[in-house]
């Protein structure tokens, strides 16, 4: 059995971002997305990281558009590691796309990255024009009882 010591060591060895000098993308870069291990498989248990930064561009106008990003998922055998995300979403910032286009690739890159159990995005956009878009998409492992709950959570979900 390995120590606790020795499973870090592993993990630290195939992970390039942690630990690292930080390299900003100025380009969407969903490559610089790194896994390790989920220890705990056999539990079920939320993991949710908050992005109230996030900032892309409008594909129209080239303006900027701000949000908060809030990723929750149940994982699987994998987990995000959480600088290697911070560095994908900081690389929309000159990525040109629509409020709703950005919430689906980020909930699509996530599942096609780590394979969660279950997943939701949302994102909170600030007004513009006096109009907020808040986009929603989520995904459950099909099959599974989390496809059912994608399904009950997506007709349910509702914002304030």
């Known amino acids: ?3 606790f010591a020795a499973v870090m060591d592993r993990q630290k060895d195939h992970l390039q971002s942690l630990g690292h000098a930080t390299e900003y993308s100025t380009n ?8 390790f291990e989920n220890r705990h498989q056999d539990n079920d248990y939320w993991v949710q990281f908050n992005c109230p ?3 892309s561009l409008c594909p129209i106008t080239g303006q900027p558009d701000f949000a908060e990003i809030k990723i929750m998922y149940i994982p699987g055998e994998r987990m995000v590691e959480s600088k290697s995300l911070k560095l994908y979403l900081f690389s929309f910032r000159n990525h040109g796309d629509f409020h709703e286009d ?8 996530l599942v096609r990255l780590m394979q969660p159990k279950y997943i939701e995005v949302v994102g ?4 513009r024009g ?6 929603y998409a989520n995904y459950g ?6 496809e059912q709950m994608a399904e009950q959570r997506l007709l349910a979900r509702q914002f304030a």
């Not at 492992?141 to 989390?146: A, F, I, N, S």
């Open 53 to 55: 930064e996030f900032t």
């Open 102 to 109: 950005c919430v689906n690739t980020i909930m699509k890159d």
């Open 1 to 3: 059995m390995l120590t």
């Open 28 to 35: 969407y870069a969903p490559e610089v997305l790194e896994t």
């Open 124 to 127: 909170l956009f600030t007004p």
């Open 141 to 146: 492992r099909p099959g599974t009882k989390y």
């Open 130 to 135: 006096g109009i907020s878009i808040y986009p």
